[in-house]
């Protein structure tokens, strides 16, 4: 993959020389903006040996009034316009026949704004389609989900509408339909733009593709076929100040943009003197998705902990499981205190069956086939993983490693850990996953990742693992995981049940270094 800069800047004089803003006096010359230009040299910029587009699909997450429906309805254009696809079919989609036309409409008023597209275009507003007039097979259309249902369409291009609302049926069946019959093209294109959704259970395509995004972004993958951008203010950032509002919104006059930074700031009191609109505001202005899930660990925090392991051998090992699915990813992590020091060192073992990881790839869009062949995952022959398999690993820990305790959730272990006492003589200790027995082991691994003391030496399953870690409290201020539903979310925290485990057993029984080697007065 490597950057044309002929490609990129084809894009950007179509929008610049062609379009026009039609919503502005005059209908001014599409000029982008710094956000705007980087984000379409990287979709349409980035190409393969052939010179086709490397790119298939982008994502486009903001705050509101930001102009990502224009930039979108200009994607359209270009798709229709400039690609040299023969009988080119772009749709502008969204769940509903008003919000389709919302964009439609803005493509439709870029046509007629601009001398150049009024000679080549047809505007038909009962359908709201924009046809081609040299060739009528070429169209743009504004398709819906409440609509009539969608056969026979071999897409171009795409533009997916405010994506965090496709979550019924129908919209989830038109969304498979969109992003699948295309695969015939060229170079085919999918534009999803949106601002945060409400919950991530209630907008699963969103949260996916924003999951995917900061994945991409942290470097746990990569994906040449997608690229995303996120603007969006952090969590911890103080909601009133310009400077987080700045964050989420790039199009604002600050930037150089046409977004005054005024309508913010009153929208801000606003939300301020009426509490109620606080949560609409963080979401719409500032790109912050509401729910009472929190990030546990802060990439940057776990990332420091991406030191070599010191020696294993001769040292006290607890081991912890994972085994909620035999057709999914289970994880056994090995954990090893350093009585000298009261540091940790993490080794984490992962299986997932072969048959399966096409599908579970596809499912969850992260490297599975590439961590395999890297070695950080075992791939078992068929369809299930064979618990023999974990439990032999089990077995060869505690022939090699001081192996104190095996702690298992009797949930879903309960029968393994029957035959690892039988077989291995491990002393196994059943750790339920709730509030009482997570929250003081989350609490020590996060103490030791802030101190730099847990070396994980930076394995990619068990850093997305952590990336997909959701934590919710209760009223005692305990905290424990929230694990993701499989059949309906792209997370997995496997890893990390896994370590919570092996640390709930390692610190009631080492308890404090103090406790090892008494006070050392310096």
Sequence with gaps: MIYDGRKAARVFNFFERVLRHPKEKGSPPFLLLPWQRWFLGQLFGMVNP??????????????????????????????????????????????????????????????????????????????????????????????????????GMNPHGVVIDELHRWSSGKSLELYDVLTKSG????????????????????????????????????????????????????????????????KANPSLDIHGGFLKIEEIAADCQEAIHQPRKANAFKRYSLGLWLSSEQEWMPPHVWEACSTPRRALVERPCYL???????????????????????????????????ARVRERELADRVPYSAWIEQGFIEATEGDVIDQKIIERKIGWASEVFSVQEFAYDPAHAMQLAINVDRDYG??????????????????????LALQRKLRHEGNPV???????????????????????DRLTSSKR??????????????????????????????
């Excluded at 690229?227 to 310009?242: C, L």
């Excluded at 056994?332 to 940790?344: A, I, K, R």
């Excluded at 491990?426 to 103490?447: D, G, L, W």
């Excluded at 029984?509 to 006070?519: F, K, L, P, Q, W």
Aim: aromatic content about 8%.
């Design 50 to 151: 052939d010179g086709l587009r490397t790119r298939r699909r982008g994502y486009l997450e903001m705050g509101k009034k930001n102009g990502k429906s224009e930039l979108a309805a200009g994607v359209g254009l270009y798709l229709l316009t400039a690609d040299d696809e023969p009988a080119a079919e772009v749709y502008g989609a969204a769940t509903t026949r008003d919000q389709a036309g919302k964009v439609f409409d803005v493509a439709a008023a870029m046509v007629e704004a601009s001398p150049y597209l009024r000679k080549q275009y047809r505007i038909v507003r009962t359908t709201k389609t924009i046809f081609k007039r040299n060739d009528p097979l070429s169209y743009y259309r504004a398709i819906s989900a409440d609509g009539a249902k969608q056969d």
């Design 183 to 246: 695969r015939a093209r060229r170079q085919p294109m999918v534009l999803e733009i949106t601002t945060a959704g409400s919950t991530p259970d209630e907008s699963p395509l969103a949260d996916m593709e924003h999951e995917h995004t900061l994945n991409i972004e942290q470097g746990i993958y990569t994906d040449e076929r997608f690229v995303g951008k996120i603007f969006a203010a952090a969590a911890t950032d103080d909601w009133t100040k310009p400077e987080t509002w700045a």
């Design 320 to 354: 912890g499981l994972d085994l909620s699915s035999t057709i999914d990813l289970t994880s056994l992590v090995l954990l090893f205190p350093d009585l000298t020091d009261g540091s940790f060192d993490v080794l984490p073992f992962f299986w997932m069956a072969r």
């Design 426 to 447: 491990v002393k196994c200790v059943p750790v339920p996953f709730r509030f009482t027995h997570t929250s003081e082991p989350m609490k020590k691994i996060q103490e």
């Design 462 to 484: 068990l850093r997305w693992n952590m990336r997909c870690t959701r934590v919710r409290t209760n009223e005692n201020d305990e905290i424990r995981p929230v694990k993701p």
């Design 493 to 522: 925290i496997d890893g990390v049940a896994a370590l919570i485990e092996a640390m709930s057993r390692a610190i009631f029984e080492t308890g404090s270094v103090y406790d090892n080697r008494g006070i050392v007065i310096v």
